[in-house]
């Protein structure tokens, strides 16, 4: 239809249109300036590709797998608390369209639906996102409720444990409202109100004491492989595989706890070399097409995760705006690899961007043959 959505931007201009603005504004804005917002997406366009010729690319195979899990292509569902601002199916249609697009969803513990009614409702893999809380049993009691659910993986988020200050949040007096995943915990004397991000109440159980060596004691008392959150430096990523983490997402959680760092892109490189393969790397921030999939992937990524565009799905078409995203940004992905000359997955490495502007390489040929 002529009207449809295109691309995920259109996709944002009509979900702003249908979310209510305290909502809108808590999915769409970051910290402070969001500067870093802003450049993410500067960065990821401008890196080029490197188009090929003459390779059979007649049939092309866009399956991975992650965790030794296959998935149909190297998008994964980013853990995003509350999707019933976007829509009243909540994650429960996330889930579905997960499933359908034969893709893992993580769920965030933020959800508005409980963890076992998101798993009842899963027909593909699942992981759970948490925290490392004050309290310890809080900490294992939320990833045993996740294993015994049926969740294959324990998503810990380490880049929330302090409070951000997000502007638009403030002028809106924006409180989100409390997940039942936490109501029905035995909270003992935490009862309070979850502010979703605001500087009290939900961050006030988030042990800020948390160091590696408390993901090398929840790696020795959870089956779940564990996947951290939040990476930005080699050197995080390093520590991160030796205290027990099979999978790592560089990720700054969509710039929205600390403006002005580097954007995941740029520091996948340097994870990457630092882990060394001794852990699964993914990546998020700012994935909005196809081809910046593929530049992850050519960077040294296993798969990217998506966060906002998932609320821009769900609030314009719920499950099917959810799987109608997840499908653009397959297509995409898919004719950006046959153009390029990768049939699959495997074929997309380094060689296939040009990091350095042609006009350099020019000078830099003539320089060579000087
Ligand atoms: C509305 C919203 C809620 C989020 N909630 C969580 C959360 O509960 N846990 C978490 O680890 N990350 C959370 N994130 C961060 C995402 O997992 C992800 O890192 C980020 O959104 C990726 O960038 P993108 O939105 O540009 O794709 C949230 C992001 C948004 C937009």
């Known amino acids: 239809m002529p009207n449809d959505p295109v691309n995920i931007y259109e996709y944002e201009a009509i979900a702003k249109d249908r979310i209510e603005k305290g909502h809108y504004d808590f999915i769409a804005g970051a910290a402070t300036d969001e500067i870093t ?14 188009p090929r010729m003459m390779v059979d690319v007649s049939h092309r195979d866009l399956g991975t797998t992650v965790l030794g899990e296959k998935i149909s292509f190297p998008v994964l569902l980013d853990p995003a608390g509350n999707h019933g601002a976007a829509h009243p ?70 880049d929330a444990k302090i409070s951000p200050k997000r502007e638009r949040n403030m002028r809106n007096n924006y409180v989100g409202p409390v997940s039942p995943n936490y109501a029905q915990l035995d909270l ?36 779940l492989p564990l996947i951290v959150k939040g990476i930005m430096t080699g050197e995080d990523g390093r520590l991160a595989a030796e205290s027990g983490a099979k999978g790592m997402i560089v990720s700054n959680h969509g710039t929205r706890y600390l403006d002005t760092t580097f954007t995941t892109i740029e520091v996948l490189p340097e994870v990457v070399d630092q882990v060394n393969g001794k852990a699964e790397i993914y990546l998020d921030g700012g994935i909005r097409r196809g081809s910046d999939v593929f530049k992850a992937l050519a960077l040294g990524a296993r798969s990217v995760l998506i966060g906002r565009p998932l609320f821009w799905g769900l609030a ?3 499950e099917d705006g959810v799987s109608a995203v997840l499908e653009m940004l397959r ?31 020019a000078f830099d040929l003539r320089d060579r043959r000087r």
């Open 89 to 158: 199916d909540a994650e429960i249609a996330t889930v579905k369209a997960a499933g359908k697009a034969g893709t893992v969803m993580a769920l965030s513990s933020h959800s508005a639906r409980t963890l076992e009614d998101v798993a009842e409702a899963a027909t593909g893999p699942i992981w759970f996102q948490q925290y490392f809380f004050k309290d310890p049993e809080l900490t294992l009691g939320m990833a045993s409720r996740a294993e015994e659910a049926g969740y294959t993986a324990l998503c810990l988020t380490l």
């Open 188 to 223: 003992g004397n935490h009862h309070w109100q979850f502010a979703a991000d605001a500087p009290a109440g939900a961050m006030d159980i988030r042990d800020q004491a948390a160091t590696w060596k408390d993901l090398e004691w929840l790696a020795g008392r959870t089956k």
């Open 331 to 361: 297509s995409e992905l898919d004719a950006t690899m046959g153009i390029c000359g990768c049939p699959t997955i495997d074929d997309i490495n380094f060689d296939t961007l040009g990091g350095i502007s042609p006009l350099q390489q």
């Open 316 to 318: 314009v078409d719920g």
């Open 37 to 50: 917002l802003r450049r993410t997406r500067e960065v990821l366009d401008s890196i080029v590709m490197k």
